[in-house]
Structures are given as structure tokens and as C-alpha cells.
């Protein structure tokens, strides 16, 4: 079985900076991909920032957010600078892992940390 668990959400003033952190476990034959996606209330579920051989980013997060992966140990993370109101979400991390050769990458996902921005 396969898990992610996200850490380093909170509450931070507006300007301000957080690091997401992610990690995977469990059975992992190879990871394919992995990113951020976030989900404010009353709003569909959107992509923050991916990393799968290259690096994708919302329009608005260009320049603030930057993702990072350590692929030795399975982690993806999410520095998030100059931080604004509407940041504010809970985000998810997500993966696309293969536990073992005979079978093609699943998706994953995180129970997702709470980020707060106050203004």
C-alpha cells in the first residue's frame, strides 16, 4: 500500500512564507510524478505546481511558489513566498506511483494541509 503525508501547512500573514512538505511510502517501484494541487471552499479542486520530468505551475503562483523533489526520498515540497488571501486552501499532494513492474503508475493523493492567510 501506497501513502502521502503532507506537512507544514498553517497560518501565516499576508507576505508571508510556508514550505509544504509531502512523502511518500509504502510499496514504491517507481514514482512517475508528483505535485500540488489546492482546493478553497466553495471551489473546484485546481493544480498548483507538477513535477514529471518537467515543472508546470498555476498562472498564479508563477514567481512566489517554487516545487522541489527529493527523489531519494520520495518527497515532493512546495515553497510558497509573498503569500496572498486568496492562497488559502487545503492542499493536496499528488502522485502517480508504480508499486511494482507488472502493473502501470496509480494516483494518489494526500489528505491535504490547511493553509490560512491572513490579511
Known amino acids: 500500500q501506497v501513502q502521502l503525508v503532507e506537512s507544514g501547512g498553517g497560518l501565516v500573514q499576508a507576505g508571508g512564507s510556508l514550505t509544504l512538505s509531502c512523502a511518500a511510502s509504502?510499496?514504491?517501484?517507481?514514482?512517475?510524478?508528483m505535485g500540488w494541487y489546492r482546493q478553497a471552499p466553495g471551489k473546484q479542486r485546481e493544480l498548483v505546481a507538477r513535477?514529471?520530468?518537467?515543472?508546470n505551475y498555476a498562472d498564479s503562483v508563477k514567481g512566489r511558489f517554487t516545487i522541489s523533489r527529493d527523489y531519494a526520498k520520495n518527497m515532493v515540497y512546495l515553497q510558497m513566498n509573498s503569500l496572498k488571501p486568496e492562497d488559502a486552501a487545503v492542499y493536496y499532494c499528488n502522485a502517480q506511483i508504480q508499486s511494482t513492474r507488472l502493473f502501470g503508475p496509480r494516483d494518489y493523493w494526500g489528505q491535504g494541509t490547511q493553509v490560512t492567510v491572513s490579511s
Open positions: 509504502g510499496t514504491i517501484f517507481s514514482i512517475n510524478g
Open positions: 513535477s514529471d520530468g518537467g515543472i
